[in-house]
């Protein structure tokens, strides 16, 4: 998945042309939206998206009603950085025609800037005549102190800029949709020379601005079902760590701050995994990683999306079979023409294995699957700012990574809905939404194994879209002789295979193939 950084570059680049809806809802509060239609028409295995907040209300409704057409039930947002760099953007700021950084009769130590998409509540503007709300040149600006007491004569400040009221608008739509959202937290400054540590010199000030922030969550959303609780911005790999490490004292401060403002409110946060090898970390690893995630929850629940990394190109999706073969053809850019055992030290499937092995007390483990290319192909469409460039993926390929999923992952969601579930390369092109929309009753297998049925031998097939029709191994074709669904569907047929190696396809009852997978004995 992208850094963080890159929501804040994303909510200006992206085009609203790039959003993917179909019919869309009445609302008492704006009349010029069309009624919302609830229906799920294409329900599909990825079950949440990372999404940015838009301050148009109608615009909202048609992401949320497209992401919920596919099954979607889970929102996430990146948090804004609260930034220590003087941003030429917070310059139109003035009060009284005085720069909103300079406050008289007090002391200013520290001036830290924040960009969103929301409106705050009146309870964020706690110190009279000090916090303000300020509309300057045509924007929205918010003055807040951080100082424990207004009357204090040194005081470090946060100028706020805003679009509108992006999040209160994401959260009014899922309610309406019954989705949830995960607005992301204040995402903490980075360290001068190494972005991908926090600055702790700065924790204290994040922390009251968390809360700060928070408190207004839980006054101004607590009636909002879809209030499911925050996302953890900071990335991090989910591997062995050093004692005292940066990030993972960040986590455990900041997630304390959300304890003691919205109790019983789940935590997500996705850290990354990198198989290659020279520069990533083998599977053994992931285990002691969940660990020290799972030790910063604060008492909260957790859901640890550990990353796939097959968009990035840090892990690759193939077969335990498969270890000798080839990387696929747009992995080449990132680890050279190899095998996939020279390249990496293992597959997605490798890594959420050992994930599932231990599941921390409190966590869920969910898998983020990675919705695009390392680089873009030519005619393709994708991200094409800010750097880096990266490519539109398809629908068999993200079937492929819910395979790697396994049957351990209590949730699949994704990285990220604009742009590129909804970018075409021409306007007569589908999108990758309109492709899963397009195919959402294919199936997807994510497990086989032996298991007998009333004494007899036979494969039991989990995965997605499997009710009915047949189950081949290889040139053998069984008909389904029973059905079952919980968390996945299961379908059996008494088979007895001879091999180390079975390829399975399921068909369907509407006569829908998989692509074909493998299953050790």
Avoid at 291 to 311: F, K, Y
Avoid at 339 to 345: G, K, P, V
Wanted: a neutral charge; glycine letters at 10%.
């Amino acid at each position: 998945m992208e850094g963080a950084w890159v929501h804040r570059i994303l909510w200006l680049v992206v085009a609203v042309a790039f959003v993917v809806g179909m019919v869309i809802p009445d609302d008492p509060e704006t009349e010029e939206c069309p009624p919302r239609d609830t229906r799920v028409a294409a329900p599909y295995a990825v079950t949440g998206y990372w999404v940015m907040p838009r301050a148009d209300r109608c615009v909202t409704q048609r992401m949320v009603e497209a992401i919920h057409t596919i099954g979607g039930d889970t929102l996430i947002t990146f948090g804004p950085r609260f930034d220590t760099r003087p941003d030429p953007d917070f310059d139109a700021c003035l009060v009284d025609g005085r720069p909103c950084a300079e406050v008289p009769g007090k002391r200013v130590r520290q001036v830290y800037t924040y960009a969103t998409s929301e409106e705050f509540g009146p309870g964020m503007l706690r110190c009279p005549g000090l916090d303000r709300r300020i509309e300057s040149r045509g924007r929205i600006f918010y003055r807040l102190s951080l100082a424990a007491s207004c009357a204090e004569a040194v005081h470090d400040l946060v100028l706020v800029t805003t679009d509108g009221d992006g999040l209160g608008n994401l959260m009014r739509e899922a309610t309406a949709y019954g989705m949830t959202v995960f607005p992301g937290l204040p995402a903490a400054p980075q360290r001068e020379g190494k972005p991908w540590e926090p600055d702790h010199a700065h924790t204290a000030a994040l922390n009251a601005f968390t809360a700060r922030v928070l408190a207004d969550y839980r006054e101004r959303f607590t009636g909002l079902s879809a209030f499911g609780g925050v996302y953890q911005s900071f990335e991090l790999a989910v591997r062995a760590r050093a004692d005292k490490d940066p990030i993972v004292s960040l986590y455990a401060a900041q997630h304390a701050v959300v304890a003691a403002a919205l109790p019983g409110k789940k935590i997500v946060v996705s850290p990354y995994i990198d198989a290659r090898r020279g520069r990533g970390f083998p599977p053994s690893q992931v285990e002691e990683g969940l660990a020290d995630l799972a030790g910063t929850r604060a008492g909260l629940p957790m859901a640890i999306a550990v990353q796939d990394g097959r968009g990035t190109g840090k892990v690759p999706v193939y077969g335990a079979h498969e270890a000798a073969a080839k990387v696929a053809p747009r992995l080449v850019p990132v680890v050279g023409d190899v095998s996939n055992a020279q390249a990496y030290y293992g597959s997605t499937s490798d890594y959420v294995e050992a994930a599932a092995r231990r599941v921390p007390e409190g966590v869920e483990l969910w898998v983020n699957v990675e919705g695009f290319e390392p680089f873009p192909a030519a005619g393709e469409c994708g991200r094409v700012d800010p750097l880096p460039l990266r490519g539109r993926t398809t629908k068999s390929r993200l079937d492929q990574q819910v395979m790697a999923a396994g049957r351990h992952a209590v949730k699949v969601i994704s990285y990220g809905w604009d742009p590129f579930f909804t970018c075409q390369a021409r306007y007569d092109t589908p999108s990758l939404a309109d492709d899963i929309a397009a195919g959402w009753q294919q199936p997807i297998i994510v497990a086989a194994y032996r298991k007998e049925l009333n004494g007899r031998p036979g494969i039991l097939v989990e995965g997605h879209n499997l009710h009915g029709g047949t189950l081949r191994f290889g040139d053998v074709v069984v008909k389904q002789e029973w059905y079952g669904r919980e968390r996945l569907e299961s379908a059996w047929a008494p088979y007895a295979p001879s091999g180390a190696w079975t390829a399975i396809t399921a068909t369907n009852a509407a006569g829908h193939s998989s692509t074909s997978a493998y299953v050790i004995r």
